[in-house]
């Protein structure tokens, strides 16, 4: 049994990487597939893992569309004759395997990316999902009659990787860091096909700026190089804002030794509250998953817009760390390996 897991983004090439793990001891291939794209190679390194990076990414709508059809081509030179395909949404992964009618596990917890759901779930042939997210949310993507397809966890992917990592503190040594005396940054997905609220870099240097009058560092992670050139431009020639590059790190080191993680988008916000680090997330729209961790007592603080965070920043770094009760969460690695071989079993 093979299985073919497309990883798009380091939060997918962890999970892809688990699964590899974890399949292998049940004697199952699985071929992990990703494109070049920021900090994936940092995200697997640790993992020691095989993987082959086909393509990249587009920014405009035509290089969008463009890198898509040659994706799809230079896929299919590579993939042998795999069993089922499982990722997060990707229309790569899922006209391929339709088209080659392969089953299909789809794993989301964005079902605000609309776009990439309509195109996807149609095709999908089970949907996992945490619980939290309600299922009119995903329905509305299958085709009618087919909500049998959802199946549901009570946890998030995260905890796939938090509960395996074992935390090493030598990392900031070689980044010059002492612990809690330091922020993680990382932008807004600006120029992800569903993120529709702009740039927000001049308010994010606002930030960073009060941050390091505070006297501590900021550990910034840009998505696109026009966001490493701008804040590189705002802070020339200070010590005190570090983009690592070239650096062998696992982020959930950072994460751990942290005083405060700071992101547009949420995953590194979860995996930094699922460790105890009080996380900010200043993602506009809503997204269910912040239900889960405030269940379990994790601090994840969601705010509607980076305005509103500017102004809260110096309560923000006054949080303490916490213990949240993250074994009352599911790991959903066994579902999703005992799904896989089922399919396979039709």
Request: with cysteine; aromatic share 8%; proline share 6%.
């Amino acid at each position: 049994m093979l299985i073919w897991f497309d990883a798009l983004t380091p939060k997918q090439a962890r999970i892809g990487a688990i699964l590899f793990k974890e399949a292998s001891k049940r004697g199952i291939g699985l071929l992990l597939t990703s494109r070049n794209y920021t900090y994936i190679d940092e995200t697997l390194r640790p993992y020691d893992v095989p993987y082959i990076k086909v393509s990249s990414y587009g920014e405009s709508l035509r290089d969008k569309l463009v890198k898509y059809a040659e994706r799809i081509l230079e896929l299919l030179k590579i993939l042998p004759d795999f069993d089922v395909a499982v990722g997060f949404p990707s229309p790569d992964m899922h006209r391929i395997a339709f088209g080659l009618g392969k089953p299909i596990i789809t794993l989301t917890d964005t079902v605000h990316a609309d776009k990439v759901h309509r195109l996807c779930l149609p095709l999908t042939s089970l949907v996992i999902v945490p619980e939290a997210i309600p299922l009119e949310d995903l329905s509305k993507y299958l085709v009618r009659g087919e909500e049998h397809k959802i199946v549901r966890f009570r946890g998030v992917f995260e905890v796939m990787w938090v509960k395996r990592h074992v935390p090493d503190s030598s990392i900031l040594n070689k980044l010059g860091l002492e612990p809690e005396q330091y922020v993680i940054i990382r932008p807004e997905e600006s120029r992800a096909h569903y993120y529709e609220y702009g740039d927000k870099l001049d308010i994010l240097c606002t930030i960073i700026d009060k941050i390091l009058k505070k006297g501590l560092k900021v550990v910034f992670f840009p998505r696109y190089s026009f966001q490493e050139e701008y804040v590189r431009r705002m802070f020339v020639d200070d010590d005190r804002l570090i983009i690592p590059k070239n650096i062998p790190l696992n982020l959930l080191d950072l994460y751990k030794y942290a005083r405060l993680v700071i992101t547009g988008g949420l995953s590194m916000a979860t995996e930094a509250a699922l460790m105890g680090t009080p996380a900010v997330s200043y993602f506009p729209s809503k997204t269910y998953i912040e239900d889960v961790l405030h269940s379990i007592d994790a601090p994840l603080i969601k705010v509607s817009n980076i305005v509103e965070l500017c102004s809260m920043i110096d309560d923000l770094l006054e949080l303490k760390k916490v213990n949240p009760r993250i074994d009352e969460l599911e790991d959903p690695t066994d579902l999703i390996l005992n799904k896989a071989q089922e399919l396979c079993k039709k």
